[in-house]
């Protein structure tokens, strides 16, 4: 979860509810596996997240490109 804000530039305290309102949505899916004696959650992108990033994201991404580097 905390890589996953990172990379997104997301605050863990303030933007936790996005995450569970995307799993709730079915966009992402969370799975808890052991690592030691804790535990890390993973999340994945689910079929109907993909399908989402296809029919919004990339005809804004084509309306709007992201300047190269």
Known sequence: MTTLLS??????AKHKEILKDTE???IIKRREEPWGNK???????TEKGKDFCIRILEPYEQMFPRKEK
Do not use: A, D, E, R
């Not at 535990?39 to 992108?45: A, C, L, N, Q, R």
């Open 7 to 12: 990379h997104t530039g997301l605050n863990l």
């Open 24 to 26: 709730q949505k079915g």
């Open 39 to 45: 535990k890390i959650v993973k999340y994945s992108v």
